[in-house]
């Protein structure tokens, strides 16, 4: 069974919030290439050491909603997705921003972050 793009980027999502809402920074970085360009809230980094590191820095409690807007299938090994992200804390206000995500196909089932681009409009 072929998956969608929208499953794809689900999928790919699911399992990024899982590790940051259990803030287990070393599993989200498990989830990216091992040269996916990652911009966070600070300035961009290269590699899942730095998404590791990022995360690590992030308050424990912190957890991730997302609502998926948008997906594009980019090419056979590419999916774009575009996510409206709540990252809610225990001791200050929630923090709306937008997250765009491209997932690379790795192996034959497998599929990765390869960028990761939060904004705030």
Request: glycine fraction near 6%; proline fraction near 4%.
């Amino acid at each position: 069974m072929t998956s969608t793009d929208a499953e794809i980027i689900a999928g790919v999502l699911d399992r990024w919030k899982s590790a940051v809402d259990a803030h287990e920074p070393q599993r989200v970085a498990e989830y990216f290439t091992h040269d996916v360009i990652f911009q966070g809230l600070h300035p961009y980094s290269v590699g899942p050491g730095s998404v590791a590191a990022y995360y690590d820095s992030q308050p424990i409690g912190m957890k991730a909603g997302y609502r998926l807007l948008e997906t594009r299938r980019l090419a056979d090994d590419l999916v774009l997705g575009y996510a409206n992200v709540d990252f809610s804390f225990t001791d200050r206000p929630t923090r709306n921003v937008y997250l765009c995500v491209i997932a690379r196909r790795v192996g034959e089932e497998a599929w990765l972050i390869a960028h990761y681009q939060v904004s705030q409009l």
